[in-house]
């Protein structure tokens, strides 16, 4: 009596992708990986070329199971509906519904205003983001069309994206300001990185002043706030010798390659600025500096960590809302 081989379409087939497909293949299943670029698939992979965007005919393999791995992203800013075209259109080309279908969606369901921490899988998702929202609804789709069972894979990983995870490996020094009457009972921990490049930045510009904004994650449990990450001075920043009006985040090419590469998920913080000539310490002047950052952290319940590097020292401040 033949046993019949498993067969596998994986729809996306990027890094997880490439990963499911040896461990299927190892243990004698046939793999489809289709891409709309398939040249670069290893040879244990059939190679399926197709654009689920596209309005050209495609022909599909009957499977038995299928990996569903592509991003709410896949229509970019021209087609914002495009993640769930995707899905509808892999439907109608399929010969027949898998038996069993995966789909790799993402903690961002639950992304939102007033999620109060713990979260856990037997939360219902409600998201409000622009990221969160498509995840959410391209999730109902597929249980809809497919009968599929979703992931949801938590924290950050892929290409470029174990930032974390290798400070830790490599046992990154960390700074910690906890000085009860500045951060209010907050433990802020910051890389030597992070330090290093707000006194380089310090010195480029001296004697005029110069900011920017600090990235990481607030643990409340453990009353830390850890900073990973510092940006250099917006492009619209008003600075002089003795003042600093800072400008918007998000604008400079960090930034915005910081916010892609952790898929948002570790926001701005707070603030720095320098005092190139004096002293680190906050003046009412500073506080201004931090105004309007505050007053959105404070709506969402959150601190603001002020980071001052002086001219032989710097200071944390960490501004409850």
Request: with cysteine.
């Amino acid at each position: 009596m033949s046993v019949r081989t498993s067969r596998t379409l994986l729809v996306g087939c990027g890094k997880v992708g490439l990963r499911l497909a040896e461990s299927l293949t190892t243990a004698g299943g046939e793999v489809f990986g289709l891409r709309r670029k398939t040249s670069s698939l290893p040879e244990h992979i059939t190679p399926v070329a197709a654009d689920l965007l596209s309005s050209e005919p495609m022909t599909l393999p009957e499977v038995d199971k299928m990996v569903v791995t592509i991003t709410p992203s896949i229509g970019g800013a021209g087609k914002p509906e495009g993640y769930l075209s995707a899905l509808k259109r892999l439907a109608d080309a399929l010969p027949a519904i898998p038996q069993r279908t995966v789909m790799v969606s993402s903690t961002g369901v639950f992304d939102g205003p007033g999620r109060a921490p713990p979260i856990s899988e037997e939360d219902l998702p409600s998201s409000s983001t622009a990221r969160g929202e498509p995840l959410l609804r391209g999730e109902v789709l597929a249980r809809e069309i497919f009968g599929a069972h979703v992931v949801r894979p938590a924290g950050i990983y892929g290409p470029g994206r174990e930032m974390l995870l290798r400070k830790v490996l490599d046992a990154e020094p960390l700074t910690g300001f906890e000085s009860a009457k500045d951060t209010n009972g907050w433990t802020v921990l910051m890389t030597l990185p992070v330090i290093n490049h707000l006194h380089e930045q310090r010195q480029a510009a001296a004697p005029i002043e110069t900011g920017g904004y600090l990235f990481g994650a607030i643990d409340d449990d453990l009353s830390q706030i850890h900073i990973v990450a510092a940006s250099s001075e917006p492009p619209d920043t008003i600075a002089s010798e003795t003042e600093l009006q800072l400008g918007r985040w998000g604008q400079t090419g960090f930034e915005k390659a910081f916010m892609r590469r952790t898929r948002n998920r570790l926001p701005p913080v707070g603030t720095w600025h320098s005092h190139p000539a004096s002293a680190p310490t906050a003046s009412a002047k500073d506080r201004r500096t931090v105004a309007s950052f505050k007053a959105a952290d404070a709506a969402k319940g959150l601190p603001t960590v002020m980071a001052i590097t002086g001219k032989d020292t710097d200071a944390v401040y960490v501004l409850e809302p």
